[in-house]
């Protein structure tokens, strides 16, 4: 059973294009994340997104789009890609508490995107 | 400088052998995160704690918040152990983790 889940695990394409990451998770968690990890192995938070809702939004060009459909999927669309896109993308989800703070994360594999 | 440094960057261990990777962060927290991403790439969440200790088989980790510091050891290292393991925080009232750049372990039989 997979816990959260990305497709496509690799994803090579065209400077210029535009593409889509997926993620789903089958925890029934209410916050999901999408991470960037950089050619040195930095991760960092790109997004949040709680019970559908945008949370965190950090510094990302506006080329990056999250977007929700419902609490268990948090899809990534990316226009006009760059070189510097290229990087290793997780996914994550967790469960707030019902005091308001916050669980360990779970994280997809990863999509590993390659701007030629 | 980042909010979260660990040391060391890269560690080889002998098989057996006591491992310990620090961590020390420079902002407030609720929480702090011991990670391990495998050679595979798959990330995984080893620990969250905002206070003392946690112990999880042959891994314990600590935490001392007055001194802004935290340690991950690993007892009687295994091979498989090989990976990088990283520390990251969660501010108060700000569901994100912030990242340290991560300790390359490699445990050689």
């Known amino acids: 059973d997979t816990a959260v889940s990305q497709t496509p695990k690799y994803l090579v394409t065209q400077m210029g294009n535009d593409k889509s990451i997926k993620c789903e998770q089958n925890?029934?968690?209410?916050?999901m994340y999408w991470y960037k990890q950089d050619s040195k192995k930095f991760l960092k938070i790109m997004f949040s997104y709680n019970n559908k809702e945008l949370i965190i939004n950090e510094t990302v060009p506006n080329r990056f789009s999250p977007k929700s459909p419902d609490k268990a999927h948090l899809n990534l669309h990316i226009n006009s890609l760059e070189l510097g896109d290229s990087a290793v993308y997780f996914c994550?989800?967790?469960?707030?508490?019902?005091?308001?703070?916050?669980?360990?994360?779970?994280f997809g594999p990863g999509t590993r995107l390659t701007v030629l | 400088k980042n909010e979260v440094e660990q040391s060391p960057q890269n560690l080889t261990a002998q098989e057996g052998e006591f491992i310990t990777i620090n961590c020390s962060y420079s902002?407030?927290?609720?929480?702090l995160h011991w990670l391990q991403q495998h050679p595979g790439g798959g990330i995984v969440s080893l620990f969250m704690l905002s206070s003392g200790k946690k112990k999880h088989g042959r891994l314990i980790a600590t935490i001392n918040i007055q001194e802004k510091h935290s340690s991950l050891h690993i007892t009687a290292s295994h091979p498989r152990d090989s990976a990088v393991y990283i520390c990251?925080?969660?501010?108060?009232?700000?569901?994100?983790?912030?990242f340290g750049t991560g300790t390359r372990l490699q445990v050689f039989p």
């Open positions: 990251a925080v969660t501010p108060p009232l700000i569901d994100k983790l912030i």
């Open positions: 902002v407030g927290i609720s929480a």
């Open positions: 994550a989800s967790s469960q707030t508490t019902s005091g308001g703070g916050y669980n360990e994360q779970f």
């Open positions: 925890l029934g968690h209410d916050t």
